[in-house]
Nanobody
Framework: QVQLVESGGGLVQAGDSLRLSCAAS????????MGWFRQAPGKEREFVAV????????NYADSVKGRFTISRDNDKRTVFLQMTSLTPENTAVYYC????????????????WGQGTQVTVSS
């Protein structure tokens, strides 16, 4: 089993930046593409970004492209989500997940999930 623990969430103001981290343990972290999803109250969990196991391929939801950056450090078994120009619409619980490939955009294509970290953006 792969254990994933997110951190770095918090309360920020619109326009601020925030970096989320997801620390992995257990089976080989570098074997998986790693994704970030988010879920706001009353909303479905939605795809945010994914990075391949090598770190060489990334994909983003259109809503965050150009503002969010996903990266990974396999030596540290950590994946990051750098978020800039945050807006209240970005308020959600953010989850990291270990998944199938860098073309995996559905939650059903991910095998392991963290417990999430809350990001709240005030106006």
């Amino acid at each position: 089993q792969v254990q994933l623990v997110e951190s770095g969430g918090g309360l920020v103001q619109a326009g601020d930046s925030l970096r989320l981290s997801c620390a992995a343990s257990g089976r080989t972290f570098s074997s998986y593409s790693m994704g970030w999803f988010r879920q706001a109250p009353g909303k479905e969990r939605e795809f945010v970004a994914v990075v391949s196991w090598s770190g060489g391929r990334t994909n983003y939801a259109d809503s965050v492209k150009g503002r969010f950056t996903i990266s990974r450090d396999n030596d540290k078994r950590t994946v990051f989500l750098q978020m800039t120009s945050l807006t209240p619409e970005n308020t959600a619980v953010y989850y990291c997940a270990a998944g199938r490939s860098s073309n995996s955009y559905s939650a059903s294509e991910y095998y392991y999930w963290g417990q999430g970290t809350q990001v709240t953006v005030s106006s």
